[in-house]
């Protein structure tokens, strides 16, 4: 048998169902269940702060990782399972399903942001040759693409082996490294470099002098004897990173992680333990924070490959990143490729053709003619083997290549790469290089228009004081400088060409970059110049004509698991479902995510306290019918202090007189500066819509009273307002506290809803967000839903606001069925500007 049914009967035979209390009882209890109604207002702006920071940062383009992400899902969770409490409380036991909802989602969300350690299973060691696209995750990406390569006719790899993520996995675990890490990093801010730095350097040391277990150590000894056994010479070892998720096409991590190179059997434990705690190099750790990896995924592993005594060496694009159709780029020099890639040597480049017979189309008259004897000789072996790679893998590759002694061929490495097309010069560009050209450079890394201020970095304590939006100005690219870029507007460097591991860390994030441009780090910090990467031009100032044809950035966690995640999380976090309490499905068995929780707890926590009259036979905390001549009814139930003493508690009735709560004082006064002008006129279309949205409320029924269009309520003590309106089809809630600490004071405004279609709702919203960015709110819009907050001011500043969002609440009213009308925005834009600062200028 149902309460509600035995309540019934018990009233037919006679049985009061209203529990008999004393008045101090009755105190008591009231303040118990204010004291859990303000903590559970607390816990739900806790909540959608949280919500809030989660979806600005997945939709304004930062970089943020899965500690972000964890930690705010926890203060999510943690305020909304008080919130279910402290309802629970109030509610005397009532709404226990939530913690069944609750707990499930949470559930679901666990299995989004909760990743252990991949687990890694397979051998310890593989040859080189074996090592192909189907061992991807014993190999890494980088063994794996070139062990397949190795496979291909005409394709020539060096000797080698790799140590497997199985082995390193192994390693971790044997020295208990795992947990270690996660406690050096847990409280590290990605944002503060010299934080950062120092956390990465510890890690690193801790890996460095952890030991190789015995049996890993013996066979790693053995795997080096065996490839000396079958050179049958002596071996050096190019000792190289191959970690998941290194090498594809979202993310080359070009330069970020540690080669050992010349590495003989003494130095083979050092040099392979020296690659693993790369993974956690700052420079790294940043990449993968602004890429969006997952921490827990990146497992290294380690490629051991025989040195190639190399007489030239380069890199190949199988694909011209210039965009010129149908050519492929060799940049090339003297010995091995580690200048080129470092941008520390200077690199010589030819374009060939990417048909057969391969022919030269240009070449930098740089070129030696030894040089260019030689590489006419052996472009065509480069270029026959980059197309043979594309083909194999289906994408353009960057390919690094070394000819040794004996004029063989050997492929070091192949990746897909992202080709960025070169604009020509413009007339527009052409004109601005005769006016204000400070500096012209040979190179473009990657093409674009940026502008900002020059900031020279001549060291790494230099590192620690790069302002953001500054021009990124170096001697030489070199990859240590790439967790610069996620603060720089744009690069140009002194040496390096397009080959270089920094210049395809800034294609990839979209930054511009100049290279070759001898004299830039001579120029002053500070300088406002603007840089046309497109056209390797540096002018004077700030060139509008250039930089409104600039392309907005790639956002270079696009497509990233830590992004994927991100949306999943707030799939489960952020929709909001129930909107109409008076709808039948506004129940707890219906909430569908975190925010339909903390809707339903902060509406029915409310009715708590209006219903406190009807429950107990004690009127004071019953909602009082407020005496005005408005046109809509206005109830105010007192919390704690906010009528005047003496007021009669019997009364269902209070004059504003009778209300001390200077939160509501000010709202209140806003609402009456100016008298409402009644409904906009709409159009037949946007009475179209109002009828339509009149057959989904079912509170609309003329046979049944309807909470669209009765109470409104004030909950009021003499801090503290929070005002519930609803307004037809849309809702509107005011919450402020203001007392006499700065640091506890706030003024939030949740706004959502209307009669009108969706773009007209929008509209609407846009409104309220022009006139309250105005006014200094922080504002957060979701369609038709808006939410402003302004806190820690002065209680002046803060009275002003409620003023400002009272007169907003009664003047937008139905104006959204106007919206889409030419010239309704900015007459009400207008007109609602100039009456608030009339309003507050009264005051003053």
């Known amino acids: 048998m149902t309460n509600s049914l035995l309540g019934r009967i018990k009233s037919l035979l006679g049985f009061s169902t209203v529990p008999q209390l004393s008045l101090e009882e009755l105190q008591r209890l009231f ?29 304004d383009g930062r ?66 040759h074996e090592a192909t696209r189907e061992l991807v995750d014993l190999a890494g990406e980088k063994m794996a693409n070139l062990g397949e390569a190795g496979s291909l006719a005409g394709i020539r790899i060096p000797p080698g082996f790799v140590v497997t993520g199985s082995a390193t996995r192994y390693f971790f675990q044997q020295n208990n490294l795992y947990p270690a890490i996660n406690r050096i990093f847990q409280q590290t801010d990605p944002s503060n470099m010299e ?64 080669t050992e190179l010349h590495v003989d059997r003494d130095d083979l434990i050092y040099s392979y ?123 353009p590759q960057d390919i690094e290549w070394s000819i040794n002694k004996e004029g063989l061929l050997y492929i070091l490495q192949s990746r897909p790469i992202s080709v960025a097309g070169k604009k020509e010069r413009d007339e527009v560009g052409k004109r601005a290089v005769n006016e204000h050209c400070l500096l012209q450079g040979e190179v473009t890394g990657c093409a674009g228009t940026a502008s900002g201020p020059v900031f020279v970095v001549r060291s790494n304590l230099d590192v620690l004081r790069i302002p953001k939006h500054s021009v990124l100005v170096v001697e030489h690219p070199l990859p240590q400088w ?122 029915k926590s409310v009715v708590e306290m209006f219903d406190f009259g009807k429950r107990y036979t004690f ?45 509501m004082l000010a709202i209140w006064e806003g609402m009456h500066a100016y008298g409402w002008a009644g409904p906009p006129q709409a159009s037949m279309r946007g009475m179209g819509s109002l009828f339509f949205q009149s057959t989904r409320q079912p509170g609309i029924d003329p046979a049944v009273p309807s909470a669209m269009v009765q109470k409104n309520y004030f909950l009021v003590s003499r801090n503290y307002c929070n005002l519930s309106v609803r307004l037809g089809y849309h809702y509107a809630m005011v919450e402020a506290y203001i007392s006499s600490l700065r640091t ?20 609407r919203v846009e409104l309220l967000a022009a006139v309250l960015e105005h006014y200094d709110f922080r504002i957060e819009k979701a369609g038709d839903a808006l939410t402003a907050r302004v806190e820690k001011r002065s209680q002046a500043f803060l009275f002003n606001r409620l003023k400002i969002l ?25 007109k609602f500007l100039l009456d608030i600062e009339e309003m507050i200028a009264n005051e003053k």
């Open 744 to 763: 506890e004071r706030y003024v939030t405004f949740r706004f959502k809803g209307g009669a009108a279609d969706e773009s007209k709702r929008v509209g």
């Open 31 to 59: 303040t118990e269940k204010y004291c859990n109604f303000r903590e559970l207002l607390t816990a739900n702006n806790n909540a959608l702060e949280a919500m809030a920071q989660m979806e600005n940062a997945l939709h």
């Open 482 to 603: 790439a967790p610069l870029l996620r603060k720089a507007t744009a690069l140009v460097a002194e040496t390096g060409s397009e080959a270089g591991h920094l210049a395809t860390i800034a294609r990839e994030f979209g930054v511009p970059a100049i290279l070759s441009a001898k004299g830039a780090t001579k120029l002053v910090n500070g300088q406002i110049v603007t840089i046309d990467a497109t056209n390797q031009t540096i002018y004077k100032g700030r060139v509008e004509a250039l930089l409104q044809h600039d392309q907005p950035k790639n956002n270079p966690m696009d497509g990233s698991p830590v992004q994927k995640a991100m949306i999943d999380a707030l799939q489960l976090i952020s929709p909001l479902h129930l909107t109409d309490p008076t709808s039948p499905y506004f129940r707890s068995s219906c909430c569908q995510s975190l925010h339909d929780i903390t809707r339903f707890c902060h509406e």
């Open 806 to 830: 009272g007169y907003l609440t009664i003047h937008t009213r139905q104006i959204d069925m106007v919206m889409d009308a030419p010239g309704q925005y900015k007459r009400y834009l207008d």
């Open 63 to 128: 970089a943020f990782s899965m500690a972000f992400i964890r930690s705010n899902a926890t203060v999510i969770s943690v305020n909304i399972y008080k919130m279910i409490q402290c309802l629970v409380t109030m509610a005397d036991g009532r709404y226990g399903m939530l913690e069944e909802r609750f707990a499930d989602i949470q559930q679901q969300l666990d299995n989004i942001i909760n990743h252990d350690v991949i687990k890694v299973e397979g051998r310890w060691f593989l040859p080189l």
């Open 273 to 395: 333990k020296s690659v693993l705690a790369s993974t956690y190099s700052s420079r790294a750790m940043i990449y993968r924070l602004t890429k969006g990896f997952i921490h827990e995924e990146t497992i290294m592993c380690v490629g051991c490959l025989a040195m190639i005594d190399a007489v030239m060496s380069g890199v190949c694009y199988s694909q011209s990143i210039s965009g010129r159709p149908g050519a492929m780029d060799i940049f090339f020099s003297a010995g091995s490729a580690k200048g080129i890639v470092d941008g520390t040597k200077d690199t010589q480049h030819y374009l060939v053709a990417r048909r057969a017979p391969y022919g030269t189309i240009r070449q930098t008259a740089e070129s030696s003619p030894a040089d260019a004897r030689l590489m006419d000789e052996w472009a065509k072996d480069i270029a026959t083997a980059a197309m043979i790679l594309e083909n194999h893998f289906g994408t």
């Open 619 to 663: 009127k004071k905390g019953a909602a009082k019918r407020l005496v005005d001549n408005m046109p809509l009814e206005w109830w105010v139930i007192n919390l704690a202090d906010g009528f005047i003493e003496g007021f009669d508690s019997g009364s269902n009735y209070i004059n504003i007189s009778e209300i001390i709560s200077s939160p």
């Open 195 to 258: 934080d950062l730095h120092e956390r990465s350097n510890e890690v690193q040391s801790l890996i460095k002098r952890a030991p190789l277990p015995i049996d890993l150590e013996k066979q790693l000894y053995n795997q080096f004897d065996q490839l000396v056994q079958k050179s049958k010479t002596p071996v050096k070892l190019a000792v190289r990173s191959s970690a998941l998720g290194e090498d594809t096409r979202q993310a080359s991590f070009a330069g970020l992680y540690h």
